[in-house]
């Protein structure tokens, strides 16, 4: 227990005041935490375990947990800025300049999200009434947002990874904090690998609309690394899309 409380680096002092550790905390708990979960659930509970798929479409859990994780990500993250923003009126260090990019591509994907175009297809139909949209067309924007979209956000949490590592070195946290941190990283990492083992890692034009072959985006290949696609084996009638949002079947 001694160990766990001894400052990582011996030689200096473990001496922080209230705006520098509430800020840790906040960004801690927003990059360390929810960030990293709320992409996990995003790519790996598209289709839920037990969900009758494809009887069953367009779960919503994964998109709901996704954007209120990254909002919590995203309020923690201002709040962290604000703590320490009196106590930094220039920038120095290796810390504040990554955290700044963070802060960055964090706007970025907040941009994106914003304009990433319509939905379309059966359960969000167009006004004219037809199923014209930018995810189910997969449009040339649809395609460039979904591998910006991703790519940023995988190389964020990297670039996060960094910048909470180097805050923990900058206050020279105990030795308890980066263990504890360390171990749910590593127990992230497994689960990552199970799930994408286990084949979890579904489309999600498919989550949406099926495998039928009359939706288009099913004729593309598939997106993304590890991302699995079923055969479109079968012709699927539009009055026979579910939604799962207590809709129930909708005709069209």
Sequence with gaps: MDWLLVPIDPSRAHDVGFDVSWHARAMVLAWGVLAPLAVLIARFFKVLPGQDWPRELDNQLWWRVHWMGQTAVAVLSVVGLWLVLPLNAEMSGLHNWLGALLLIAMLLQFLLGLFRGSKGGPTAPAPDGSFHGHHYDMTPWRNFFEATHKALGYASLVLAAIVILSGLWK?????????????????????????????????????????????????LPTPGWGVRRLETTRQERPDDVRSDRGDGVRSH
């Design 171 to 219: 206050a020279n946290a105990p030795v308890w904090m980066w263990s504890l941190l360390s171990l749910w990283w590593v127990g992230l990492i497994i689960c990552f690998v199970v799930l994408q083992r286990r084949g979890m890692a579904i489309d999600t034009y498919q989550a949406i609309w099926g495998d039928g072959v009359e939706h288009p985006g099913n004729q």
